[in-house]
């Protein structure tokens, strides 16, 4: 039992691939589309939400670069679990509250992450995020250095 644990802890530690935080006040699905004009990638909708916990999804968007061996992702760092109605009687008692929950809480700051995974494109791609408009800022982090990088592993 104590194999199993150690190769999971293993594969969590695999933090080999870049990770871009971005902030911008688009949605997530016109930031996509920006990516994909000013970068020259294909980031589509995946069917399903990456789900936390019970409740918590985050959308995520991918394109798997065949001709490179790359898989880019983009995530939405703030996200809302809406919880049930309750019968307290109180004035709002029936109408169902909603609270925000994050990808990865010690960066709130954060709007989106862009995951890429199998090495670095030869051409720099922080330029060309920053390029899009209504990105007020990206920057490179270190996913080794986060506490919550299992969230990014999936």
Same mark, same amino acid.
């Given at each position: 039992?104590?194999?199993? &644990?150690?190769?999971?802890?293993?594969?969590?530690? *695999? !933090?080999?691939?870049?990770?871009?935080? /971005? &902030?911008?006040?688009?949605?997530?699905?016109?930031?996509?589309?920006? $990516?994909?004009? %000013?970068?020259? /990638?294909?980031? @589509?909708?995946? %069917?399903? *939400? $990456?789900?936390?916990?019970?409740?918590?999804?985050?959308?995520?968007?991918?394109?798997?670069?065949?001709? &490179?061996?790359? *898989?880019? !992702?983009?995530?939405?760092?703030?996200? !809302?679990?809406?919880?049930?109605?309750? *019968?307290?009687?109180?004035?709002?008692?029936?109408?169902?509250?909603?609270?925000?929950?994050?990808?990865?809480?010690?960066?709130?700051?954060?709007?989106?992450?862009? @995951? /890429?995974?199998?090495?670095?494109?030869?051409?720099?791609?922080?330029?060309?995020? $920053?390029?899009?408009? @209504?990105?007020? !800022?990206?920057?490179?982090?270190?996913?080794?250095? $986060?506490?919550? @990088? &299992?969230?990014?592993?999936?």
């Amino acid at each position: 039992m104590g194999s199993r &644990h150690s190769i999971w802890e293993d594969l969590l530690e *695999d !933090t080999s691939f870049g990770l871009i935080a /971005i &902030h911008s006040s688009l949605e997530d699905y016109a930031l996509a589309y920006a $990516l994909n004009a %000013h970068c020259g /990638i294909r980031l @589509k909708r995946m %069917h399903d *939400d $990456l789900l936390l916990g019970e409740s918590a999804a985050f959308s995520v968007y991918q394109w798997k670069d065949q001709k &490179h061996f790359r *898989d880019w !992702t983009l995530m939405v760092n703030p996200g !809302t679990v809406e919880e049930a109605a309750s *019968d307290g009687g109180g004035l709002f008692s029936s109408t169902p509250s909603s609270r925000r929950v994050y990808l990865i809480p010690e960066r709130k700051e954060v709007d989106f992450f862009l @995951k /890429i995974d199998g090495g670095e494109p030869e051409e720099p791609i922080l330029p060309k995020v $920053l390029a899009v408009p @209504k990105v007020q !800022t990206a920057y490179r982090l270190e996913a080794a250095e $986060l506490k919550s @990088k &299992h969230n990014l592993i999936f």
